[in-house]
């Protein structure tokens, strides 16, 4: 048999069931900071240094969607105007750990940031409406249906103009596990998102490469 020179194409690993509980009790396992993810220092940066360059100022509210224990958060907190920093994710225990471990209690006083605990992105119980929107490394864990709420519940929640970034793992779908889950990686084509995307009523855009040190690609959405 002839030897071919064509490169072999990437497959990305086949997912797994995740060892660790999808709740309390992998959060303790973990800890606040594992449990997101780590590479602590090196993402929370990352994003804050995206945004702040796709024109995020003081004076803008954000939304950070599945904010865990604040990661990112610490940075946008500290940086926008008082009350402008919305965070909502489905664990209370991650947020607890983000206030009282990483932002401390008197950054919280000083900068009044607003929290919603939701597993079906309840955008519409916070208090105002943002201009910017950021999912770093949610996307990663949701299966279709749920990827497609939060899209859906987003663009029904901002006004014109706003505008919602989003990592994602680039590859086949068919591959994933059947239910999200936090601790299991899952993978989407760049027309998957945007199908998503438009399908929910936003503009997508693929961003692709942003530096992210595991590869992680971004959209854009835009209403």
């Not at 500290?78 to 401390?104: F, M, R, S, W």
């Not at 079906?120 to 201009?131: A, D, G, L, M, V």
């Not at 068919?174 to 299991?184: D, F, Q, T």
Request: aromatic share 12%; with cysteine.
């Amino acid at each position: 048999m002839p030897h071919s020179s064509q490169p072999k194409k990437f497959i990305p690993p086949q997912p797994a069931p995740s060892e660790t509980p999808d709740n309390e009790a992998g959060i303790k396992m973990l800890g606040h900071r594992e449990f997101v993810g780590g590479l602590w220092e090196e993402i929370g940066k990352l994003q804050f240094d995206f945004l702040v360059a796709q024109g995020l100022l003081p004076s803008h509210c954000l939304l950070d969607v599945a904010c865990g224990s604040l990661r990112g958060g610490v940075h946008f907190i500290k940086y926008l105007d008082a009350g402008n920093y919305l965070g909502l994710d489905k664990e209370q225990v991650l947020l607890t750990a983000g206030i009282e471990k990483e932002l401390g209690r008197a950054a919280f006083e000083e900068k009044r940031p607003e929290f919603v605990v939701s597993q079906c992105f309840e955008f519409k119980k916070f208090s105002k409406t943002p201009q910017f929107s950021i999912a770093q490394s949610l996307f990663t864990h949701l299966n279709p249906p749920d990827l497609r709420l939060c899209l859906r519940n987003l663009r029904a929640f901002v006004a014109p103009g706003h505008r919602f970034f989003a990592t994602f793992f680039e590859g086949n779908r068919s591959r994933n596990l059947p239910l999200s889950h936090s601790r299991v990686c899952f993978y989407y084509s760049r027309k998957d998102l945007e199908q998503f995307g438009v399908e929910a009523g936003w503009r997508a855009i693929y961003i692709g490469n942003w530096n992210h040190p595991r590869n992680q690609m971004m959209m854009l959405y835009e209403s």
